[in-house]
């Protein structure tokens, strides 16, 4: 099929009735057309939408298909979107990507993620009880789900205890959308000089957390200490506002859903698999994972031509019904829910997961066994839910408890 301009308008529009769904127009093509071209903003570039889990896999796994937004049809969203530092490894293929990926595997395996859960444990109760000091509707989003994981990040990278409220402060800024882009871009370098400092600091004191690992992998000439603080970045960029949203939305799913709060709080099992679930039926990276065809490439019954780019929607390959059983439910129980794409999949596939999962499987249990009242303080349609945001959520949600 040619580039047309007549191929639908990527949109990522929700439904003000079904807001936890996935954008129609998604769902619509995954039935209609599962692999067909979509025109983006500026009106020049036709990439590819896949829609449908089997091929979203199958994309994802290939390495015929690239990251790197640099490419002619990339389907970039913004013009002059940067490709960012050497840290931002997601957006390099093999081997390059390979090689920074490895600097920080170990920071990620199931043995360092158990050690942070009691202070995971000891954040979550701390914001719970500093949340409910106060009288009256509080901001969800400003008291809990958007601190937690920034605290969270904190500990991971080893950033003194007596300048949290500065790296919060400014990681906040970063994630805002209603921050302008000037204020955005003067908290990325702020906090890019901090942890170049803190990077240099680890030297004189060092502790058990990854900036300290990344300046010795600095000391070997691995990495420079430039590398090692835009490693700590890209973390802070990559867990904090999809970890943050996942936290939101997940509360606002499990109130809408209350008969299955039970299972949640049926002990840790099903608290894991709960977790998989809402993983699955939320899918908050709603933009989509982007590549670009390296190669002439036949995927079902579609060949995508070398050059062309391709947009994967999670969220709709996550309800593929070929795949899942009565796909649009919630159903905690679901066997096969930790088959979700909503991490990706192949060589990108998101590294900081287990800290991920380790996050939601502690905090959405401790919140509802904690406050068992809890309600969104405002009617349904007053969510404000972000529209056009390449992670799905809401700018702020009023609970009582
Ligand atoms: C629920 C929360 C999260 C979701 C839904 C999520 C989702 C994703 C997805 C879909 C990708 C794949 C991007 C692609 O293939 O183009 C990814 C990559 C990545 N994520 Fe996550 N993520 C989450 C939390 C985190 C956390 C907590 C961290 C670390 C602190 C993290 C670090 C990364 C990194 C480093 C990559 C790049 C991997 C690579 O290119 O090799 N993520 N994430």
């Known amino acids: 099929m040619p580039a047309t301009s007549s191929s639908p308008a990527y949109t990522l529009a929700h439904s003000k009735d079904a807001p936890l769904d996935p954008p129609p127009l998604h769902t619509r093509l995954r039935e209609e057309q599962p692999i067909t071209r979509v025109s983006l903003h500026d009106g020049r570039r036709h990439p590819w939408l896949v829609t449908r889990w089997e091929d979203a896999r199958t994309v994802l796994g290939s390495p015929a298909f690239s990251t ?28 390059i990507h390979a090689t920074m990926r490895r600097t920080l595997t170990r920071e990620f395996m199931v043995k360092r993620v158990n050690a942070l859960r009691p202070g995971i444990a000891r954040l979550t109760e701390e914001l719970l009880t500093d949340m409910t000091k106060h009288n009256g509707p509080v901001d969800f989003v400003e008291h809990f789900s958007l601190p ?58 060092p502790g058990d957390d990854v900036l300290t690992r ?32 996942m936290i939101a939305l997940s509360t606002i799913t499990l109130l809408q859903n209350p008969d299955q709060i039970p299972y949640l709080l049926g002990g840790p099992e ?14 908050v990276v709603h933009f989509g994972l982007r590549r670009t065809a390296l190669e002439d490439v036949t995927v079902g019954d579609v060949t995508i031509p070398k050059g062309d780019g391709v947009i994967i929607s999670l969220s709709v390959a996550n309800r593929d019904p070929e795949f899942y059983t009565a796909a649009d439910d919630l159903d905690l129980a679901r066997a096969n829910a930790r088959q979700h794409l909503a991490f990706g999949y192949g060589i990108h596939q998101c590294l900081g997961q287990p800290l991920a999962r380790a996050e939601l499987q502690i905090v959405m249990p401790e919140l509802f066994r904690r406050l068992p009242d809890l309600k969104i303080a405002v009617p349904p349609e007053e969510i404000a839910f972000k529209q056009n945001t390449s992670v799905y959520g809401v700018l702020e949600l009023p609970v009582t408890w």
């Open 68 to 95: 790197d937004i640099t490419l002619p049809n990339a389907p970039i969203v913004r013009e002059g979107q940067p490709r960012g530092p050497l840290g931002f490894f997601q957006g390099y293929d093999d081997p």
């Open 214 to 245: 990344l300046a010795a992998q600095a000391d070997e000439g691995i990495i420079s200490d430039q590398d090692a603080a835009d490693l700590g970045s890209f973390l802070l960029f990559a867990g904090h506002e999809t970890t943050a949203n």
């Open 270 to 283: 099903q608290a894991t698999a709960s977790v998989e679930e809402l993983l699955r039926y939320l899918s």
């Open 148 to 205: 937690l994981p920034s605290l969270v990040i904190c500990e991971l990278l080893g950033v003194p205890y007596e300048d949290h409220g500065f790296f919060q402060e400014q990681s906040g800024i970063i994630v805002n959308v209603k921050a302008t882009g000037e204020e955005a871009a003067r908290a990325i370098t702020t906090l890019g000089e901090y942890l170049v400092e803190l990077v240099r600091a680890k030297r004189a004191t």
